[in-house]
C-alpha cells in the first residue's frame, strides 16, 4: 500500500452486494448507508478490544482518570484501483496526545516538536509565570492591603469632615439669620466677617487636610502603581501573543475540497469581527475529508457516532450516529464538499404539505387544533407552511398573533389558537401564570425503574449546535417536567409528561439527559434515535375561556 495511503482500511465484511449511494451523505442530517454502518461496527469492534491508545471513555469502571466520551467517524472512500474501503478519525485529541495509525491525522498539528504553536505556547507560559510571581508576592499584597486600608480610612475620614463642614454651614446660617433681627447694624457686619472667616478656616483646613493625606501616601501608592503598571503591561503583552498565535493557528488551518482548492480558517470564517469557534476542524468530518481529498481517495458516504459517557451539559449516547455540528463544521464543510453531489437536505422538505390540520373545537374567539408530527406551529427561515399561515388564510380577518403557545415541529397534539387579539392576550396570560394544565404522553427508548417523579435541569440552547439545548445550572433557565409511567411495553416506557415550565426542547432533553430519565423520546433526532416520527403528543390541556371564563378541557389520544 502506498505509504500516503497508509489510514486506507479493507472491509473485513463482505460487501461486494451492497449497492454504492448515488450522492454523497448529506452531513447535518442523514440516516446512514449500509456501508457507513458496516465501517462503524467494525471500527466500534476495534475501540472495544485496542490496545493502541490510552483514553478513558468511561466505560470502564475500574479506570480512574478522567472518562471523556469522544465522536468518531468513518468515510468509506474509493481509491485508484477502484477499490472501496474506510478512513477512520475522532473529533479533537485523545487522553493521551497519541496519533494511532488507525486514524487519519489532524489537518494540522499544532503539538509537533519545536512547532511555532509550542514556542507561542511557552513564551505565555513564561508570561503567566512572571505574573504569578508578581501578583503573588508578599510584598505586592502588603503593599495592596496598607494602600487600601489607608485610602479606606482617609476616604472615611474627609468624609466626616466634610459632613462637620456641612453642619458649621447649617449653624452659621441659623445664627446670621437670628442676628438679622436683634443684632445691630454694626455688630451683625462684624458677625459676618466672622462667619466668613469660619467658612474660609474650615475649607482651608479641608485642603490643607487633604494635602497630607496625599503626601502621606504618596510613597506606598506610588510604588503600588509602578507594580500594577508592570503587570497592566504583561498582560497586554499576552494578549497580543495569544491574540497572534491564535491567527497564525487559524491561518495554519487549511482544508481542501474535490477541486483540491485550499481555503484556511480566515478565509472560510470571512467575518473579521467573528472568530472561529473553538477547536474548529478538530472535528472527524473534516479530518477524513482532508485526508481523502489530499490523497486522491473519493468520498462515497460517512457517518459519525459517539463513544463512551455524555458530557454533563450536552446528550450523547454511546454508539448513537450524530450530524455534523453547526458552529465549527458547518462553514468548513461547506467547502470542503462543494462540488460534490450530496443527498437532499430532508430538512427542508415540507412533511406537512400532505397533511391536514384537524380542527377540534372552534367558536367566535378561538380555536383548538390537533397537530399533527412534522408541522411546523409557525413559519421557519425556509418551510413557509405551518399552523399559523393555514389558520391566517382560512381567518384572513383573525387579530393578533393567533399563536397562543408553540408544540416543535416534530411534537403532535393539542394547540389553541386564537381569533382576537383580545382572547389571545387572555390566554396567554394563563400560560404565563401556570394556570393552564397540560399533559403529554411520550413513548421512552428503556424500562425505567421507578413510577413517577419531578426534573430539574435548567436549559440553555447550545450556541454551537442551534437548534440542540444544554443543560447548564449557572446560565440556563429554570425547567421543571414532573412524570409519571403509564405502562412498560417491550423494553420501552410509556409516560405522561407535566411541563411545569415551557423550555425548548424540555420534555425531549428531560427524558434524554443521563440525570433526567437518561431515556430518550422514541424518534428524537436530535437526542435519541431517528426513526418514523417523535413519539411525543400534547395529548390533555385544561384552561378558561377567553371570554367566558368557563372551565374547558380536550383530550386526544396519540397515534402511537
Not at 472491509?11 to 462503524?40: R, V
Not at 481523502?292 to 450516529?321: C, Q, V
Not at 408544540?407 to 387572555?426: H, R, W
Request: with cysteine.
Amino acid at each position: 500500500m502506498n505509504q500516503k495511503t497508509i489510514h486506507y482500511q479493507c472491509f473485513k465484511t463482505d460487501i461486494s452486494k451492497i449497492k454504492l449511494p448515488k450522492n454523497f451523505t448529506f452531513p447535518f442530517y442523514y440516516e446512514p448507508h449500509q456501508l457507513a454502518e458496516i465501517a462503524t461496527s467494525e471500527l466500534q469492534e476495534y475501540l472495544e478490544s485496542q490496545t493502541d491508545f490510552n483514553h478513558n471513555f468511561g466505560l470502564d469502571s475500574s479506570k480512574t482518570d478522567l472518562p471523556v466520551g469522544k465522536m468518531f467517524g468513518v468515510l468509506v472512500v474509493k481509491n485508484k484501483e477502484n477499490k472501496i474501503g474506510y478512513l477512520a478519525a475522532f473529533s479533537g485529541k485523545l487522553a493521551d496526545k497519541s496519533l494511532p495509525i488507525k486514524f487519519v491525522p489532524p489537518v494540522f498539528n499544532m503539538r509537533t516538536e519545536g512547532s511555532f504553536y509550542i514556542k507561542g505556547e511557552l513564551e505565555i507560559d513564561k508570561i503567566n509565570n512572571q505574573l504569578s510571581i508578581l501578583e503573588n508576592s508578599e510584598h505586592y499584597l502588603a503593599l495592596k492591603g496598607l494602600v487600601n486600608k489607608i485610602n479606606k480610612e482617609i476616604t472615611d475620614d474627609l468624609e466626616y469632615q466634610r459632613k462637620k463642614m456641612k453642619l458649621a454651614k447649617s449653624e452659621r446660617k441659623i445664627r446670621k439669620k437670628k442676628a438679622l433681627s436683634t443684632f445691630s447694624e454694626i455688630e451683625f457686619k462684624v458677625l459676618t466677617k466672622q462667619l466668613e472667616q469660619e467658612s474660609f478656616n474650615n475649607q482651608f483646613f479641608y485642603k490643607e487636610l487633604q494635602e497630607y493625606y496625599i503626601s502621606k501616601t504618596k510613597k506606598s501608592s506610588k510604588e503600588l502603581i509602578s507594580i500594577e503598571q508592570k503587570i497592566t503591561a504583561l498582560k497586554e503583552e499576552r494578549r497580543e501573543k495569544s491574540n497572534y498565535l491564535q491567527q497564525t493557528l487559524f491561518s495554519k488551518y487549511a482544508f481542501l475540497n474535490k477541486q483540491k482548492e485550499l481555503k484556511n480558517l480566515l478565509d472560510i470564517f470571512n467575518d473579521p469581527s467573528i472568530k472561529p469557534p473553538a477547536g474548529s476542524g478538530e472535528c472527524s468530518a473534516p479530518k477524513l475529508l482532508q485526508y481523502a481529498f489530499a490523497n486522491d481517495l473519493k468520498p462515497i458516504t460517512m457517518a459519525e457516532f459517539w463513544w463512551g459517557i455524555s458530557p454533563n451539559s450536552a446528550i450523547r449516547k454511546h454508539k448513537n450516529y450524530y450530524a455534523a455540528c453547526q458552529s465549527r463544521c458547518k462553514p468548513i464543510l461547506t467547502h470542503m464538499l462543494n462540488g460534490l453531489e450530496m443527498d437532499d437536505n430532508l430538512l427542508l422538505e415540507n412533511l406537512a404539505e400532505k397533511q391536514t390540520l384537524e380542527t377540534i373545537y372552534e367558536d367566535n374567539v378561538m380555536i383548538v387544533v390537533n397537530k399533527p408530527s412534522e408541522f411546523l406551529s409557525v413559519p421557519g427561515k425556509e418551510i413557509k407552511d405551518s399552523v399559523y399561515t393555514r389558520i391566517k388564510e382560512k381567518y384572513p380577518d383573525a387579530t393578533g398573533p393567533i399563536i397562543v403557545h408553540r408544540l416543535d415541529m416534530s411534537t403532535s397534539g393539542i394547540l389553541l389558537l386564537t381569533k382576537t387579539k383580545e382572547a389571545n392576550k387572555t390566554l396567554q396570560s394563563q400560560f404565563i401564570n401556570r394556570t393552564i394544565k397540560k399533559r403529554y404522553i411520550a413513548l421512552l427508548d428503556g424500562n425505567l425503574t421507578e413510577e413517577k417523579g419531578t426534573i430539574k435541569l435548567p436549559l440553555r440552547v447550545d450556541l454551537d449546535d442551534r437548534p440542540r439545548q444544554l443543560v447548564d445550572f449557572e446560565f440556563g433557565k429554570n425547567a421543571e417536567t414532573k412524570w409519571e409511567i403509564i405502562k412498560r411495553e417491550n423494553g420501552k416506557t410509556r409516560v405522561y409528561f407535566y411541563p411545569i415550565t415551557g423550555r425548548t426542547h424540555q420534555l425531549r432533553v428531560h427524558a434524554a439527559h443521563k440525570n433526567g430519565l437518561n431515556s430518550p423520546i422514541i424518534g428524537d433526532d436530535l437526542y435519541g434515535k431517528k426513526t418514523s416520527r417523535l413519539h411525543l403528543h400534547a395529548e390533555f390541556i385544561e384552561f378558561f375561556h377567553p371570554t367566558t371564563n368557563e372551565k374547558m378541557n380536550f383530550s386526544v389520544a396519540p397515534e402511537f
